[in-house]
């Protein structure tokens, strides 16, 4: 076998079967201008499961396969585990503010799990992961494989530690969990899935998160179309740390739209 075709099976192997079982793959070298345009690195993962056959399309193979600290994208397994441990009984439940004042004016104030997630509130997670303990958080994390699965290292672990995701694994990731195929309470998951919601439009829905360790950033997500959803995973570096972030989604959305698969502005 050669290397090409070692590199395929490898990408494909770190996917599970049941995700992405038919899906073709696709490189799309043309997709290196959005990121050159950008002045970044980064990679995408997009797979459009529109119509009857699915497309697994990626940039940059090799940067697609590797790991690299979730940050806040993991909020959105986190709160899986929160919802299930009966830390939260529902979206409307209020998580009291500590009192400390951050740097975030939105983060100095209750929260409750809708605007935790859109506001990517540090502390209420972290408040989660003391709550569950970093051998339930792996074991969870294992439950439904998650990147390395591991809960060790500085805190918090999911920016600081050593958890790692690659953006193949983030896309089978989110397929199953569109599809309530996860072991967890499908409740659960149609409740996450509920307070990812970005923005809509009359037949399409685009549900996402963001993250950022202060050298990686990432956009994960998928957007739902009447015909079927287009997940995507994206993740770049950010050299020029704030000043960077808003490429995250301004990339992601010129590659979405390059397929059709958001609308194009007006």
Partial sequence: MNRRNLMCAALLACLSQAALAAAELQDKPEWARFFAD???????????????????????????????????????????????????????????????????????????????????????????????????????????????????????????????????EQAAFLQRLYRNRLPLPVEHQRLVKDVMINEAGPDWILRAKTGWTGRIGWWVGWVEWPAGPVFFAMNMDTPHRLADLPKRQDITRDILRSINALPKVP
């Fill in 38 to 168: 950008a002045k970044v690195d980064g990679s995408i993962v997009v797979v459009d499961a529109r119509g009857q056959a699915e497309t697994l399309y990626v940039h940059d193979r090799d940067r697609a396969a590797r790991r690299y600290s979730p940050a806040s994208t993991f909020k959105i397994p986190h709160s899986l585990f929160a919802l299930d441990a009966g830390l939260l009984r529902d979206e409307f439940q209020r998580i009291p503010w500590d009192g400390v004042k951050r740097q975030l004016p939105a983060w100095n104030a209750d929260q409750d799990l809708r605007s935790a997630m859109r506001n990517s509130t540090l502390w209420v997670y972290e408040g989660f992961a003391r709550e569950l303990g970093s051998a339930r958080e792996a074991a969870y994390m294992r439950k439904i494989d998650y990147g390395n699965a591991l809960a060790t290292g500085e805190a918090p672990f999911w920016v600081e530690g050593d958890l790692a995701i690659s953006a193949l």
